[in-house]
């Protein structure tokens, strides 16, 4: 019983130092994508910014984002690159990404390493990096027009 408890306050301990000790580029690692490509998630391809939203496939706020999510990259496809990440398995994503006709690299997380390093409280998140990767941007919830707008602005003002 002493083993037991000791081995799971060590857990617990690890788990604490390892939240407390995280960085803002924690999340910059890579993982599979669905094209089975491993790569890093923070990568921009020479681009200063970086669109990244988290979803899950059976997130009817997420199907919904979409299509905004589309509009928004379109607008935004001179300054940044653009990724969804999931914890999905790869056939739920594929199956999603086929019926939402989505072309943006799907980054799979199934272990949430990066969702907890983004400290991810729901579905979907978007973050725009910047060019040294840190946060300059986050938007919990389905975007709107106007939202969509204001990222126009914001990031043409930076």
Known sequence: MNLLLSAFCISLLSTVLFSANTTTTDYCVPLTHTNNEVKNICEKNNKPYLLI???????????????????????????????????????????????????????????????????????PTMFILDSNNQIIFTQVGALTTQKINEIYEFLKNR
Do not use: M, W
């Open 53 to 123: 939203e988290y979803f899950s496939t059976n997130c009817r706020y997420c199907q919904r984002n979409v299509e905004p999510f589309k509009i928004l990259e379109e607008g935004l496809r001179e300054i940044a690159s653009s990724r969804l990440v999931t914890s999905n398995s790869l056939q739920a994503v594929e199956t999603f990404a086929r019926a939402n006709n989505i072309q943006t690299p799907i980054a799979l997380d199934p272990n949430r390493i990066t969702e907890r390093a983004f400290n991810l409280r729901g579905y």
